[in-house]
């Protein structure tokens, strides 16, 4: 299995043909989730594209490691949001369903959070083999689950001061 190195230019064609998807099958919702932070770069540009209010969700699994190990999922006790999101279709979106842990724990709480939401669809990137979620929307399907390098990475590695040596 190799590693999946993905550039700004990459992502960002991903982020929109995903959005292309969900847009072209039809499906209407009044709302988007996104988790954070893999969800928060689609979130924003979903809300932007859709003109949909947008809510943010904090999750956690990747932690040590400068976020390569997986452990324990943590969500966030609230939702972020400017006002409470309204109707009852809402799309969650995140980077990717890896495990699918985060799909299948963060589903039912925010089911249970806020019971106004019916209807609540997901929308990811990348769906791997080995998920044991299936996201409503995805663009690549990676049987192999290879580890996957977004761009916004790089920033796990780096501090302020790297900053201050490459532009002085």
Same mark, same amino acid.
């Given at each position: 299995?190799?590693?999946?190195?993905?550039?700004?230019?990459?992502?960002?064609?991903?982020?929109?043909?995903?959005?292309?998807?969900?847009?072209?099958?039809?499906?209407?919702?009044?709302?988007?989730?996104?988790?954070?932070?893999?969800?928060?770069?689609?979130? *924003?540009?979903? =809300?932007?594209?859709?003109?949909?209010?947008?809510?943010?969700?904090? @999750?956690?699994?990747?932690?040590?490691?400068?976020?390569?190990?997986?452990?324990?999922?943590?969500?966030?006790?609230?939702?972020?949001?400017?006002?409470?999101?309204?109707?009852?279709?809402?799309?969650?979106?995140?980077?990717?369903?890896? @495990?699918?842990? @985060?799909?299948?724990?963060?589903?039912?709480?925010?089911?249970?959070?806020?019971?106004?939401? @019916?209807?609540?669809? =997901?929308?990811?990137?990348?769906?791997?083999?080995? =998920?044991?979620?299936?996201? *409503?929307?995805?663009?690549?399907?990676?049987?192999?689950?290879?580890?996957?390098?977004?761009?916004?990475?790089?920033?796990?590695?780096?501090?302020?001061?790297?900053?201050?040596?490459?532009?002085?």
């Amino acid at each position: 299995m190799k590693d999946l190195h993905v550039s700004w230019d990459e992502y960002n064609r991903l982020v929109e043909k995903l959005a292309l998807a969900v847009w072209e099958s039809g499906w209407t919702f009044d709302a988007i989730v996104c988790l954070a932070r893999g969800g928060l770069r689609i979130g *924003d540009v979903f =809300s932007r594209l859709f003109d949909k209010p947008l809510g943010v969700l904090f @999750t956690s699994s990747y932690r040590d490691d400068a976020g390569m190990t997986q452990g324990r999922l943590l969500i966030g006790d609230q939702m972020s949001s400017a006002l409470p999101l309204p109707g009852p279709r809402w799309l969650l979106v995140d980077d990717l369903a890896d @495990t699918g842990a @985060t799909l299948v724990q963060a589903l039912p709480v925010l089911r249970a959070r806020h019971p106004q939401a @019916t209807e609540i669809r =997901s929308a990811v990137l990348w769906c791997k083999g080995a =998920s044991v979620a299936r996201p *409503d929307y995805f663009i690549e399907h990676l049987p192999t689950n290879p580890w996957i390098h977004q761009p916004f990475e790089q920033y796990d590695h780096m501090r302020p001061g790297d900053l201050k040596a490459r532009w002085g």
